[in-house]
């Protein structure tokens, strides 16, 4: 199965068809294909629930893929939604994803990790703890729950609270060790590139900075790359920025603080206890900050694409880049428990090529490079702006 995957992945003249897919996947999700889920049921990486949930009417028991490979070595996550033009069909043995009777692009789904076959030695199942995120990037948030929903505070896009409920096996918090005996299992049985190391928040920033330096420190030399970090790790910033030496000094390749959306008062509304509990303008300056210890273009700032006006995200975007920082964007799906539900409809594909387009424009005038690649940014299209499929 590997090497046909391979094979597949390398049919790179295809890939402007895929990234032209991808867009339309990310914009309007896919309907439910149940009988080609269930034929392969135990063959491919399925959704494990661990922060989001962007499958309408989908029992969360039940199976399907977390996400897509197309054409070319493009992953693309797949959102079920009962009401999309777009569809799923298998015929003599090959998927294709359909828009009405136009096929936009054959699809595949991925193999499940190994290290899923595997416990850690307290007997929690690894999938419980992380996952593959995309085709290569080793994935896990420490505090699968976040303390600002828990006091009405989430950020109105996000549905970790939800996702992760009663019925979820995901374990809410993360043990220290755990995560180290899976980094080394990952590391063991699957090829990763990177790692992807996200919160949820706590209320106490300096809690939630001590808790991500304790295992970074553990698990460090349990991934491949020999003490270093390579890839992103996610939080929130401490009271003192002087603290943040600490990730240079852990090789922390990428660090970020995510501002989700631009400006303050953007913030205020959408992110109200990242606002109550850090500040907008502490994130900002800790960005900042960081900028003196890291090189230009290594620190990230990651946004959602489409919750506000294109003028404010593009203004938030040109402001991190003049000033160091990479900005970066997942598309906003409806997630299943969030405030926001579905009530924002389908995002603008105008808006989105216009983002990425800027995007691109900024990471090629000041020398940045997106953020990993296309076979790991399921939920976004910076690489394939930057590589000018789109
Ligand atoms: S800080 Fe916001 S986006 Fe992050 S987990 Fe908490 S509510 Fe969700």
Redesign the pocket.
């Known amino acids: 199965m590997e090497s046909e995957i391979i094979k597949f992945a390398e049919r790179i003249e295809e890939r402007k068809n895929s990234a032209r897919a991808k867009l339309s996947i990310l914009v309007y999700g896919i309907q439910d294909a149940p009988e080609i889920f269930s034929d392969l049921e135990g063959n491919f990486k399925e959704e494990h629930y661990a ?1 989001d949930n962007g499958n309408w009417g989908i029992s969360k028991s039940r199976l399907v893929p977390t996400e897509m490979l197309l054409p070319g070595d493009i992953i693309v996550k797949l959102h079920i939604r009962p009401d999309s033009p777009l569809t799923l069909t298998k015929e003599e043995g090959r998927i294709f994803v359909k828009n009405g009777t136009r096929y936009l692009t054959e699809c595949m789904f991925l193999d499940r990790p190994i290290f899923w076959n595997y416990t850690t030695s307290r007997g929690t199942p690894t999938k419980n703890i992380a996952q593959l995120y995309g085709h290569s990037a080793l994935n896990f948030n420490i505090f699968s729950g ?1 303390e ?2 828990r006091i009405g505070k ?2 109105t ?2 549905s ?1 609270r939800e996702t992760v409920d009663k019925s979820s096996p995901i374990k809410k918090i993360k043990q220290t060790e755990e995560l180290a005996e899976t980094c080394e299992l990952a590391t063991k049985y699957d090829q990763f590139r990177y790692l992807i190391m996200t ?3 706590y209320i106490d920033r300096n809690r939630e900075f001590d808790r991500n330096v304790e295992i970074l420190k553990s698990i460090r030399y349990k991934l491949p790359w020999n003490g270093q970090i390579k890839g992103n790790v996610s939080f ?1 910033p401490p009271d003192d920025c002087t603290k943040l030496s600490v990730l240079a000094e852990l090789q922390v390749e990428n660090p970020s603080f995510n501002m ?1 959306v631009w400006d303050k008062k953007n913030f205020l509304r959408i ?1 109200p ?2 606002e109550a509990y850090v500040g907008f303008d502490h994130i900002v300056e800790s960005l900042i900050y960081l900028t003196g210890i890291y090189n230009k273009g290594m620190v990230w700032s990651n946004f959602v694409a489409g919750i506000i006006p294109l003028s404010d995200i593009k203004e938030g975007f040109k402001f991190m880049a003049e000033h160091g920082i990479v900005p970066g964007a997942n598309i906003y799906h409806a997630e299943v428990g969030s405030s926001i539900g579905k009530s924002m409809g389908t995002i603008d594909e105008n808006y989105i090529r216009d983002l990425y387009s800027y995007a691109a424009e900024l990471y090629h005038k000041f020398g940045y490079k997106p953020y990993f690649d296309a076979a790991v940014l399921r939920n976004s299209l910076a690489n394939e702006f930057y590589e000018e499929l789109l």
Do not use: N, R
């Open positions: 922060y976040c600002f929903h989430g950020c896009f996000c970790v919160g949820g928040s929130l989700e992110c206890g990242k």
